[in-house]
Every structure is written in C-alpha cells, then in structure tokens.
C-alpha cells in the first residue's frame, strides 16, 4: 500500500509490474513467509513462484 499508494490484494496481483510514482514495482511475497509454509509441497510451489517473480524483475531490468 505505502509503495503502490492504494490497497493491493498480493495473491491477484503478484508477478505482475505496476507503476509506483513513476518507478515499476513488482508485488509479490515476502520471501520470509516461505519458510512458514508447513507442508514440503506447498513450500517448494510457493518457492517456485517467487523465483518466478524474481525472473519477471530480472527480465523488467533488462528491459530498462
């Protein structure tokens, strides 16, 4: 919210690039919350999807 300047709902928007006052940010997890999921299965999809993420932010870099 501090960053976007508006309420954001992270499961919907996350992966995607938004304009944050005339910058891009990407929305997506906290890494720490990873280490909080309980099953190894929900832990490694959860991990799989903020490499994902990371991967979106690496490619917007390259993009400039």
């Given amino acids: 919210r501090a960053v976007l300047g508006r309420t954001v709902a992270i499961g ?12 891009r940010a990407l929305v997506t997890v906290h890494p720490s919350s990873i280490l909080r999921v309980r099953e190894d299965a929900e832990r490694s999809s959860a991990l799989d999807a903020l490499v994902g993420d990371l991967r ?5 870099l390259r993009e400039g």
């Fill in 12 to 23: 919907a928007e996350r992966g995607r690039v938004q304009p944050a006052r005339g910058r």
């Fill in 56 to 60: 979106v932010a690496a490619e917007t």
